[in-house]
């Protein structure tokens, strides 16, 4: 009874699991090695659009507004055109660092698959390619509770499921059994539900609430986003709407 006790104690150790705030990739890179199968968010965390209009930000204010499909509707419109800018400058680096070194990396976003072919150039625009050692090279549809999910390219497109619950889906569909999981999210309730749905399958693991674009968040300008939805067709950069606002 003793040695099992201390068996199912020991495994509960090697499973705990943390979760580390922190406002730097260097911080997430340095917590990576050989064993880590690395997950990353892609809005606020990898790239963000260069101006207001778009923005994660934007889209969760509209959302309250107006409703998710209106909001949706039009984030889509959005995002088929606008540029973007990494976070971080060194973030592209950084992936293409670990791609040299063999570590396999893919993100997990809650984008929807009908915006899977502009993600993949947004993402090239600054330097990433997440297929290059992506944990699959086909294309795969997945089953989730709340949609279907589609992966390709090294992106899981979660859509409306729950991050956690998807990447349990993808990971048991394809038989991948990490050794370790590093997961970096900007969004606490995603780095949560990573959190508890690879501890209830005993695959260690780590996760970073990451900060770098909270104060963009924190000053967000509805005003300013108004302005260039109201020009949309071509975008206006967050200098020139306030220039109009004035």
């Given at each position: 009874?003793?040695?099992?006790f201390?068996?199912?104690?020991?495994?509960?150790?090697?499973?705990?699991?943390?979760?580390k705030?922190?406002?730097?990739?260097?911080?997430v890179?340095?917590?990576?090695?050989?064993?880590?199968?690395?997950?990353f968010?892609?809005?606020?965390?990898?790239?963000?659009?260069?101006?207001?209009l778009?923005?994660?930000?934007?889209?969760?204010?509209?959302?309250?507004?107006?409703?998710?499909?209106?909001?949706?509707?039009?984030?889509?419109?959005?995002?088929?055109?606008?540029?973007?800018?990494?976070?971080?400058?060194?973030?592209?680096?950084?992936?293409?660092?670990?791609?040299?070194?063999?570590?396999?990396?893919?993100?997990?976003?809650?984008?929807?698959?009908?915006?899977?072919?502009a993600?993949?150039?947004?993402?090239?625009?600054?330097?990433?390619?997440?297929?290059?050692?992506?944990?699959?090279?086909?294309?795969?549809?997945?089953?989730?509770?709340?949609?279907?999910?589609?992966?390709?390219?090294?992106?899981?497109?979660?859509?409306?499921?729950?991050?956690?619950?998807?990447?349990?889906?993808?990971?048991?569909?394809?038989?991948?059994?990490?050794?370790?999981?590093?997961?970096?999210?900007?969004?606490?309730?995603?780095?949560?539900?990573?959190?508890?749905a690879?501890?209830?399958?005993?695959?260690?693991?780590?996760?970073?609430?990451?900060?770098?674009?909270?104060?963009?968040v924190?000053?967000?300008?509805?005003?300013?986003?108004?302005?260039?939805?109201?020009?949309?067709?071509?975008?206006?950069?967050?200098?020139?709407?306030?220039?109009?606002?004035?």
């Amino acid at each position: 009874m003793g040695k099992v006790f201390l068996a199912v104690a020991l495994l509960a150790t090697i499973v705990q699991a943390q979760t580390k705030e922190t406002n730097t990739m260097r911080e997430v890179e340095g917590a990576i090695d050989s064993r880590t199968f690395a997950v990353f968010d892609i809005d606020n965390t990898l790239i963000s659009p260069s101006q207001t209009l778009g923005s994660d930000q934007w889209f969760e204010a509209q959302v309250k507004l107006q409703g998710f499909d209106k909001t949706l509707s039009k984030w889509l419109e959005v995002q088929k055109v606008t540029k973007v800018k990494p976070i971080e400058e060194a973030t592209p680096s950084m992936i293409q660092r670990l791609q040299e070194q063999g570590i396999t990396i893919m993100a997990l976003t809650a984008r929807p698959t009908e915006i899977a072919n502009a993600t993949r150039a947004q993402l090239k625009s600054v330097g990433i390619d997440l297929s290059r050692t992506a944990p699959l090279a086909s294309s795969l549809e997945i089953e989730g509770k709340d949609e279907v999910a589609r992966y390709e390219g090294g992106i899981l497109f979660a859509g409306k499921n729950q991050k956690g619950a998807i990447l349990i889906k993808f990971l048991t569909t394809t038989g991948i059994h990490p050794e370790r999981v590093v997961f970096t999210d900007d969004k606490a309730k995603h780095t949560g539900t990573v959190d508890a749905a690879l501890n209830a399958i005993g695959i260690p693991n780590l996760e970073f609430r990451y900060g770098a674009a909270d104060e963009t968040v924190k000053s967000y300008d509805a005003d300013v986003a108004s302005i260039q939805l109201q020009y949309f067709g071509g975008i206006l950069p967050d200098e020139a709407a306030q220039t109009l606002l004035k």
